[in-house]
C-alpha cells in the first residue's frame, strides 16, 4: 500500500473535527443544519479524496513496475 501514514493521519484528524463540530451542533440546536450540512459534506469529500489518492498510488506503483521490469 505504500506510506498511507500522513493522509490516514489527515483524514482522521478532519474527520474528528467534522464529528466535533456535528456533536455542537447537535447540541446546540440553534446552530440550524448548515453545521450538520457542513460536517457531512467534508467527511464525504474527504473520503473521496482518500480513495483517489489510493488508486493514484496502486496506479503509480503499477506502473513503476513495468518501467523498471518487475
Same mark, same amino acid.
Not at 456535528?22 to 457542513?38: I, N, P, T, Y
Given at each position: 500500500?505504500?506510506?498511507?501514514?500522513?493522509?490516514?493521519?489527515?483524514?482522521?484528524?478532519?474527520?474528528?473535527?467534522?464529528?466535533?463540530?456535528?456533536? +455542537?451542533?447537535?447540541?446546540?440546536?440553534?446552530?440550524?443544519?448548515?453545521? +450538520? &450540512?457542513?460536517?457531512? %459534506?467534508?467527511?464525504? +469529500?474527504?473520503? %473521496?479524496? %482518500?480513495?483517489?489518492?489510493?488508486? %493514484?498510488?496502486?496506479?503509480?506503483?503499477? &506502473?513503476?513496475?513495468?518501467?523498471?521490469?518487475?
Amino acid at each position: 500500500m505504500g506510506n498511507l501514514n500522513g493522509p490516514l493521519t489527515y483524514l482522521r484528524a478532519s474527520l474528528g473535527m467534522s464529528v466535533a463540530r456535528l456533536r +455542537v451542533a447537535l447540541r446546540d440546536k440553534d446552530r440550524g443544519a448548515s453545521a +450538520v &450540512e457542513l460536517a457531512v %459534506i467534508t467527511a464525504v +469529500v474527504l473520503g %473521496i479524496a %482518500i480513495a483517489l489518492l489510493v488508486v %493514484i498510488q496502486n496506479f503509480v506503483t503499477n &506502473e513503476s513496475g513495468k518501467i523498471t521490469g518487475g
